[in-house]
């Protein structure tokens, strides 16, 4: 088992960046595939980015498509999130989360990923 943990969340103005971090603890975080999650208040979690085990391959939901990158440093158990251009839409709790199947493609399917972080909170003022 993996356990999660977000950092970087805070406040920002229209416009702004931000930079979340994700790190993972246990010896199988560069078997898993990572990706982004996002919560606003009375929606539904929906996806954001995905990042393959290699850091071969990424995607993206169309809503942050050019303005936030995925990456990951396996050295370091540690998946980020880089959120720029933001806008008051982005607003959100985000989650990482681990997809143990590695050996399968990325997926944007939340019951692919076992494992989830607690979330930190991201509010963009317009």
């Known amino acids: 088992q993996v356990q999660l943990v977000e950092s970087g969340g805070g406040m920002v103005q229209a416009g702004g960046s931000l930079r979340l971090s994700c790190e993972a603890s246990g010896r199988t975080f560069s078997t898993y595939n990572m990706g982004w999650f996002r919560q606003a208040p009375g929606k539904e979690r929906t996806f954001v980015a995905v990042?393959?085990?290699?850091?071969?391959?990424?995607y993206y939901a169309d809503s942050v498509k050019g303005r936030f990158t995925i990456s990951r440093d396996n050295a370091k158990n540690t998946v980020y999130l880089q959120m720029n251009s933001l806008k008051p839409e982005d607003t959100a709790v985000y989650y990482c989360?681990?997809?143990?199947?590695?050996?399968?493609?990325?997926?944007?399917?939340?019951?692919?990923?076992?494992?989830w972080g607690q979330g930190t909170q991201v509010t963009v003022s317009s």
């Open positions: 989360a681990a997809d143990p199947q590695y050996y399968y493609s990325i997926t944007t399917s939340q019951g692919r990923y076992d494992y």
């Open positions: 990042i393959s085990w290699s850091g071969g391959s990424t």
